[in-house]
């Protein structure tokens, strides 16, 4: 129990970067634990990609983003996705998704990232996570 709670990582959304660093760490376990750790069995890695939105990549649009073929991407080297599912308390032990308790020594939190509420302010044109949408050299039109 406590050596699979060692090999869980379990990341919190499913961005961009969330997405890349799910991926960076599967292939570091197929490959790295594999030639480098002769008593750890890369089979027994946990990787956990929890969103709390119906897809990942959500800040591209849906056609875009091609949901269902990234998603496929991430279970293909490992890496469990879960969607709609929001992570309600984290703490030494792991974390609390949907009221069961996931054993985890690695919570790496890459969602939540917002812009400033004083953006909103401001009285400019935002994209939908709230961004200000700029000209070709970083200002602000009109």
Known sequence: MKRARQVTFVLA??????????????????????????????????????????????????????????ARRLEKLGVTVMAAARIEHVAEHGVIVGGNRIESATVLWTAGVAPSPILTKLGVKTDQAGRVCVGPFPDVPD
């Open 13 to 70: 959304g499913a961005g961009p970067t969330g997405v890349e660093l799910a991926g960076s760490i599967a292939e570091m376990a197929a490959v790295a634990l594999r030639s480098n750790f002769r008593r750890i069995d890369p089979a027994k890695t946990s990787i956990l990609r929890i969103e709390g939105g119906k897809r990942i990549l959500p800040s591209y649009a849906e056609s875009l983003s091609k949901p269902k073929k990234a």
